[in-house]
């Protein structure tokens, strides 16, 4: 047989030198004679989503391996056809009005989630299906905010300005500060610049994802809070008018925001005409107490008492298409290829659980973990869904490219040192591309239950935590590659005993 070879690479946004900051809005040499270009370098998003979103059939295609054909059954396009039920949810949030839209836990898109999951649980044929309630710690929530740039007399709203989590409000007061513009925020950028009673605005690449990003890791952005910025507003480097919400303000103790790069340019610009610029904010954020989410649960039971844990977690900002209605829909296949099962087949009952709260206090998952220790002592797998596959996009030139390919992912391995091979080899034979490294511990929902079990995932994350994390950049081939891949490690350690599983601290022994 012809064999298909497929090169993965790694999506990537790389932290900027100063020679790369070629962004857009940036001026060029307009002496200089007409050149023709090698290619488009200054796409943007939405503005040129016709060029760069592409229909699943560009895409690469993984073809399924000789001897393979127990997960014939996988299918993308089956599996992404239903992430707009996901996102519909989402969208009824912005729709009915919320600024902070989206799959939100305690809310009531939230509930309708839980509902959705429980009704497909039941339509798959699980057992024991149920809403689980849990408390939650209050609820950080902006009810509204709204950000102007005020050039002279003349004020526009900056539409892409969202806030960080947790960060603060303005106290129900509209506040207004002259502007500064500090670029990537170093020491050397604050040196000998007087940014107290300022509104502070920075320059951050996403690395990657725009969840982690350069003004967060390298310190410039507590660096403007305790400096005494009246206000901060952080340029994310993502060519176009995204919004982000990054999710890492805590600590902040003046209002801290992002702002799309369009916006930002035009800030700039302001500020290099020498203008009198200003930057007005008022932002109601509380903290709301006494709210419930719920996990749901639903059971495949097995020859032994032994668990395997399958798990998603389902809460989301904005339509949250790769985080995580991939992963959710990617949990749901799984859940349909050993239902199809005679109960003869599955050596060890299979649980499912969508877990919420995610980007608040991880609530969910965490009640497992320190409720279910009886459980989890007999749990030979724990295999987390989250995030499977989004397109892999370059920043190119002063814009964006995408690929007719996955993006690579990150990953994780809780367990032995066979248990890390046979995870691996079954990405290799799949087509899962992964990070040439793993990750030190594992993020997503796993950090907080990955020491009670043997335990796996892989995570994508180009585009996620803003409004480009839609279904137009979550390849179809590239989710069927990871419920593969799953489902082949899940059949391999089925054959094996836990304490084959366990990392040697676990268990006393060397690796194998």
Request: charged share 25%.
């Amino acid at each position: 047989m012809k064999r298909i070879w497929v090169a993965a690479t790694l999506a990537l946004f790389a932290t900027p030198s100063f020679a790369q900051m070629q962004t857009e809005g940036l001026t060029k040499d307009k002496s200089a004679p007409p050149v023709k270009k090698l290619y488009e370098d200054d796409l943007r998003l939405p503005d040129d989503a016709a060029k760069l979103v592409l229909p699943d059939d560009a895409y690469l295609h993984w073809p399924l391996p000789p001897g393979e054909e127990a997960y014939a059954d996988i299918d993308g396009l089956k599996m992404k056809a239903q992430i707009p039920e996901i996102t519909a949810i989402s969208r009824k949030s912005r729709d009915d009005g919320n600024q902070f839209w989206g799959r939100i836990a305690g809310t009531p898109y939230d509930r309708m989630m839980a509902d959705w999951v429980a009704g497909q649980f039941k339509a798959i044929g699980l057992e024991q299906v149920r809403q689980q309630q849990i408390d939650m710690s209050p609820l950080w929530y902006p009810n509204s905010w709204e950000a102007s740039l005020v050039v002279g007399d003349a004020a526009t709203p900056l539409k892409t300005a969202f806030p960080i989590t947790d960060t603060v409000g303005t106290a129900g007061k509209t506040i207004e500060a002259p502007a500064i513009w500090l670029g990537l925020g170093t020491p050397a950028d604050f040196r000998d610049r007087d940014v107290r009673g300022k509104a502070v605005i920075l320059y951050s690449n996403p690395t990657p994802g725009g969840r982690d990003h350069l003004a967060r890791w390298s310190g410039s952005m507590m660096r403007a809070n305790k400096a005494g910025a009246a206000m901060v507003l952080i340029v994310m480097d993502i060519p176009g008018s995204v919004t982000t919400e990054p999710e890492a303000g805590a600590g902040t103790t003046v209002p801290t925001l992002t702002i799309g790069m369009k916006e930002g340019t035009a800030i700039r610009e302001a500020i290099e005409g020498g203008r009198d610029v200003t930057l007005r904010l008022r932002a109601d954020i509380e903290r709301k107490p006494g709210l419930k989410t719920a996990n749901v649960w639903g059971v495949l039971p097995g020859m032994s008492d032994e668990n395997i844990l399958i798990m998603a977690h389902t809460d989301a900002m904005f339509d949250g298409a790769l985080d995580n209605a991939s992963g959710v829909v990617m949990m749901l296949a799984i859940a349909r290829h050993y239902a199809a099962l005679p109960k003869e087949q599955r050596r060890r009952t299979i649980t499912f659980v969508t877990t919420p709260d995610h980007h608040h206090g991880a609530s969910g998952i965490k009640w497992i973990n320190q409720n279910m220790r009886e459980f989890l002592d007999k749990t030979a797998l724990i295999v987390n869904c989250e995030h499977p596959s989004q397109t892999q996009t370059y920043r190119l030139g002063s814009g964006l490219m995408t690929s007719t390919e996955t993006s690579a992912r990150r990953w994780f391995v809780g367990g032995s040192e066979t248990l890390r091979r046979i995870v691996l080899s079954a990405m290799k034979e799949f087509g899962v591309a992964v990070y040439a490294r793993p990750e030190g511990r594992p993020g997503g929902e796993l950090q907080h239950v990955y020491k009670s079990a043997p335990s796996f995932h892989v995570i994508d994350h180009i585009f996620y935590h803003s409004d480009a994390d839609t279904i137009d950049l979550v390849p179809a081939f590239g989710i069927e590659a990871v419920a593969r891949a799953y489902l082949k490690v899940i059949d391999t350690t089925s054959k094996m005993e836990i304490s084959e599983l366990k990392a040697p601290q676990a268990t006393g022994e060397s690796p194998k």
